[in-house]
Every structure is written in structure tokens, then in C-alpha cells.
């Protein structure tokens, strides 16, 4: 397993939690841009917020923007979100990608590598 997502869970309204995307050595070439995204039930995946290297800023759906932090560790070949204040609409399944190009913070089309997802479920 290249990437291994880990930290979800179900949780109450207003809860916290840090997702981890852990990733293995043989792919950290192809690690200048991670991102997060997500699926919900019914719905196609959606785009969470995402970082370039060489790009100070953060990316962000508007629908988590103060609330989720994306950071790396590369010490530890892993990228964080952290989720604040979460919302029943935030249930889904989290997705964790790397990748070698950047074709805009949202594209999906970033990512060389993907998680296998961890589910997320915020009951009200």
C-alpha cells in the first residue's frame, strides 16, 4: 500500500478530528502537490483543500475554509487535515492523493497517488 489513510471516525456535531495519509517512501518523488478530497453517498468526489510545495498558500472548498487545515510532515511522510467544528454535511469518505504536477488546486488530475479513504460520519 503506497498511501494509507487513517483517523476517521463518527463523531457529534461540533467535534474534531486529524485525518493522516501516510505514505511510503517509493512515491515521495510524486509528493509536490497532496490534497483531500471527499465522496459523499450519491455524490461524485469533491475537492477539500490541497497543497503545492513550491506554493505557500493553502487551497480550501469554501464549505470547510476555517474550519480544515491541510499541513505535511515530511519527516514522517505524512499529510494532516485537521477537522474543527465539523457539520452533519461534512459526513463522507475522505480521500487522500500525491502527485507530481499541479493543475490548479482543485484538479483531481494532480494526483499520481491515491488513499484507499477513511469514512468520516458527524451525527447531529
Known amino acids: 500500500v503506497q498511501l494509507q489513510a487513517s483517523g476517521g471516525g463518527l463523531v457529534q456535531a461540533g467535534a474534531s478530528l486529524r485525518l493522516s495519509c501516510t505514505f511510503t517512501?517509493?512515491?515521495?518523488?510524486?509528493?509536490?502537490?497532496v490534497g483531500w478530497f471527499r465522496q459523499a453517498p450519491g455524490k461524485e468526489r469533491e475537492f477539500v483543500a490541497s497543497k503545492w510545495r513550491g506554493d505557500s498558500n493553502l487551497y480550501y472548498a469554501e464549505s470547510v475554509k476555517g474550519r480544515f487545515t491541510i499541513s505535511r510532515d515530511d519527516a514522517k511522510n505524512t499529510v494532516y487535515l485537521q477537522m474543527n467544528s465539523l457539520k452533519p454535511e461534512d459526513t463522507a469518505v475522505y480521500y487522500c492523493?500525491?502527485?507530481?504536477?499541479?493543475?490548479?488546486?482543485?484538479?483531481?488530475?494532480?494526483?499520481?497517488?491515491w488513499g484507499q479513504g477513511t469514512q468520516v460520519t458527524v451525527s447531529s
Open positions: 492523493g500525491v502527485g507530481s504536477s499541479w493543475y490548479g488546486p482543485q484538479s483531481q488530475v494532480n494526483y499520481d497517488y
Open positions: 517512501t517509493d512515491v515521495s518523488w510524486s509528493t509536490n502537490a
